[in-house]
């Protein structure tokens, strides 16, 4: 079975400190990963994936099969940055194409 | 492009009745999923449809069903609520190509069913 594990339920850093939001999972295959993220009064949608390998409003996550993780990362969070995070699995065979797995997401408070 | 829809954003049931909660897809998108997000809990899956056949399906009762239309639109139906079928429930869609991997899942605003 797939499992997505967001250890911190809350986050809190100042404006201009690093932020970094934990992920963890456990799957047998080969995972797709994601997270996404819901501001305050709007719909959840897509953040980063990891086969893009690319950064968005300056957030990166990297996926290390070895210790399977995929850490959310910013060098300087922004106010703006507030917002609930999920980190989620994607079951990229079997029968079940668009299952997506979350874990139990991470509220991220930037202070000014 | 409005995005993915649903209706009602909001509903009250009691126990025992049954509900059907609606989704559009973006244009374009075949496929569409249902999740079912419990407060202070992250987006459980409840099913998954594509050119109107169940793809995937979660760890929910039969009380819980779903179908596709033509037009790719879906419905949700619950039947026989409980207190614990309280919550957001929420719709995605999604492009449908034989690399489904790759595709991103993009969600409605939800509907929020509330049953006393």
């Known amino acids: 079975a797939q499992r997505v594990t967001q250890p911190e339920k809350l986050l809190s850093v100042f404006k201009g400190a690093p932020v970094e939001l934990k992920c963890n999972y456990s799957?047998?295959?080969?995972?797709?990963l994601f997270w996404y993220v819901q501001y305050s009064r709007q719909r959840l949608q897509l953040l980063l994936r990891?086969?893009s390998r690319e950064s968005i409003k300056g957030f990166t996550a990297d996926l290390n099969k070895g210790e399977t993780s995929f850490h959310l990362k910013k060098p300087f969070a922004q106010e703006e940055d507030s917002a609930m995070y999920y980190c989620?699995?994607?079951?990229?065979?079997?029968?079940?194409?668009?299952?997506?797995?979350f874990g139990q997401g991470t509220i991220l408070t930037v202070h000014p | 492009d409005a995005g993915v829809t649903q209706s009602p954003t909001h509903l009250i049931k009691t126990r025992g009745q049954h509900v059907t909660l609606r989704c559009s897809p973006i244009?374009?998108?075949?496929?569409v999923s249902w999740y079912q997000q419990v407060l202070g809990q992250g987006p459980q899956f409840i099913f998954q449809?594509?050119?109107?056949?169940?793809?995937g399906r979660g760890n929910f009762p039969d009380r819980f069903s779903a179908r596709q239309f033509p037009n790719y639109s879906s419905e949700l139906n619950v039947n026989a609520l409980l207190l614990g079928d309280s919550a957001l429930y929420l719709c995605?869609?999604?492009?449908?190509?034989?690399?489904?991997?790759?595709?991103?899942?993009?969600f409605g605003p939800g509907t929020r069913l509330l049953v006393l």
């Open positions: 995605a869609s999604s492009p449908w190509t034989s690399r489904m991997r790759q595709e991103t899942q993009y």
């Open positions: 799957y047998s295959g080969s995972p797709e």
């Open positions: 990891h086969i």
């Open positions: 989620a699995l994607k079951d990229a065979g079997g029968t079940s194409y668009g299952k997506l797995t």
């Open positions: 244009s374009g998108h075949k496929s």
């Open positions: 449809y594509y050119e109107k056949e169940e793809r």
